[in-house]
């Protein structure tokens, strides 16, 4: 893990994380959970990214640090979960190898490509993709959603990433087990960069064109009969997805229906500097995501 990475974590909204760990925000404070507490004792400053309880005196100067002291978990593991949870890849899962001191990507996609020739979804695939999130199955054969499992028998999704030739260039394995970690893998050199590319080969000039926060409410916006690309995540915007953007933003009309969280505000906000016609879209109280959203307008055949 290097230092950019690791800003990057730090960085990481406090109060978004304190929700990702279960804990209800509400005009910066919450219960505080290292006490028995009934009056949301603890604090969160916003600007400095911490916590503090004023009740029992816990307080932290970050995300890491929260991740530690809830989960109990020691500094690198503590990484590792918010890297999980913000679907970001550290360095030290992926291998980089130097010829004459370039960096060279190892991402072999012949290796993976025949896993998305036919793709095969296990039960547990079936059950996440059309069951519990509703996804349709032209939508899932449309993004070459596969399956797999490892030799401990845990159920994984893979995602393959194709740039807008239509060429793999990533695949994200996501981990079927709820509770298990890690959530996700990247197979050495991976580039998850914007999601579902090639569907800019298929909108035309003028066309809506909807910007999604991960895969999932990716594929919920496809099954709804949109066209959609996915950002990986609120932390992953990189620089290359920005240019790529900016040379679509005269070309389409931009909608998002942002995450119902801090960082889900923040992605909208650094997309808006990108693509200022970016329309924003409000969900509905009680949907977290537009994936959400999509489930409860499905039952109550919306």
Not at 17 to 32: P, Y
Not at 98 to 125: G, M, T
Not at 171 to 187: A, K, T
């Amino acid at each position: 893990m290097d230092k950019i990475e690791l800003q990057k974590l730090r960085d990481l909204p406090i109060e978004g994380v304190a929700e990702r760990l279960g804990l209800t925000v509400s005009h910066h404070k919450c219960l505080c959970p290292f006490h028995q507490d009934h009056h949301a004792s603890m604090s969160f400053s916003v600007k400095r990214n911490t916590y503090r309880c004023f009740v029992c005196g816990a307080s932290g100067s970050g995300p890491i640090d929260l991740v530690m002291r809830y989960l109990n978990k020691d500094f690198l593991d503590a990484c590792r979960w918010l890297a999980d949870e913000h679907n970001m890849i550290l360095t030290e899962n992926v291998k980089i190898e130097k010829c004459n001191n370039v960096n060279i990507n190892p991402f072999d996609a012949s290796r993976y490509n025949r896993y998305f020739e036919h793709p095969w979804l296990s039960q547990e695939a079936q059950k996440f993709l059309f069951d519990e999130r509703g996804i349709s199955q032209r939508v899932a054969t449309w993004c070459r959603l596969a399956s797999w499992r490892d030799k401990q028998g845990t159920p994984w999704l893979q995602i393959p990433y194709y740039n807008r030739q239509g060429l793999l260039v990533g695949v994200q394995n996501r981990n079927l087990v709820r509770g298990s970690l890690p959530r996700f893998r990247f197979p050495q050199g991976s580039e998850c960069g914007i999601y579902n590319l090639p569907i800019l080969n298929l909108i035309l000039p003028g066309e809506a064109l909807w910007i999604t926060e991960g895969c999932s409410d990716c594929w919920a916006m496809l099954s709804a009969g949109r066209k959609a690309i996915a950002i990986p995540s609120a932390t992953l915007l990189s620089k290359k997805d920005k240019e790529l953007l900016l040379s679509l933003s005269d070309m389409y009309t931009f909608h998002m229906f942002p995450d119902r969280d801090e960082p889900g505000e923040r992605l909208f906000m650094q997309l808006k500097e990108v693509l200022p016609s970016l329309e924003h879209h409000q969900l509905p109280a009680g949907c977290k995501d537009f994936g959400e959203y999509y489930v409860q307008c499905k039952n109550l055949k919306i």
